[in-house]
């Protein structure tokens, strides 16, 4: 059973930093693409960045220049370095897994980001 576990989250003042992490279990990292979606209140789930299986990646134009995805196959986690926060970054980030080949998909609990001075 595929599981991801975020971690990471917290409360940070604009302009800060923080790290969040992606540890996934259950499966083939390699194998899958995975993605950072957020969702603040009131509001759709956005996605956020994603890395492919091949290692190609990409970001929502909110976060361009300001966010970092990153994954380390041998530790089967993702990363998300997000520098340069903004009070409307605020929101639970999840990290969502899915099969290159099946198309199955499966995601974490989030983690909480509060960006407020």
């Known amino acids: 059973q595929v599981q991801l576990v975020e971690s990471g989250g917290g409360l940070v003042q604009p302009g800060g930093s923080l790290r969040l992490s992606c540890a996934a279990s259950?499966?083939?990292?390699?194998?899958?693409?995975i993605d950072w979606y957020r969702q603040a209140p009131g509001k759709e789930r956005e996605w956020v960045a994603g890395?492919?299986?091949?290692?190609?990646?990409g970001y929502g134009n909110s976060v361009k220049g300001r966010f970092t995805v990153s994954r380390d196959n041998a530790k089967n986690t993702l990363y998300l370095q997000m520098n340069i926060l903004r009070p409307e970054d605020t929101a639970v980030y999840y990290c969502?897994?899915?099969?290159?080949?099946?198309?199955?998909?499966?995601w974490g609990q989030g983690t909480q980001v509060t960006v407020s001075s």
């Open positions: 969502k897994a899915r099969n290159a080949y099946t198309g199955a998909e499966s």
């Open positions: 259950g499966l083939t990292f390699s194998n899958y693409h």
């Open positions: 890395i492919a299986s091949s290692g190609g990646m």
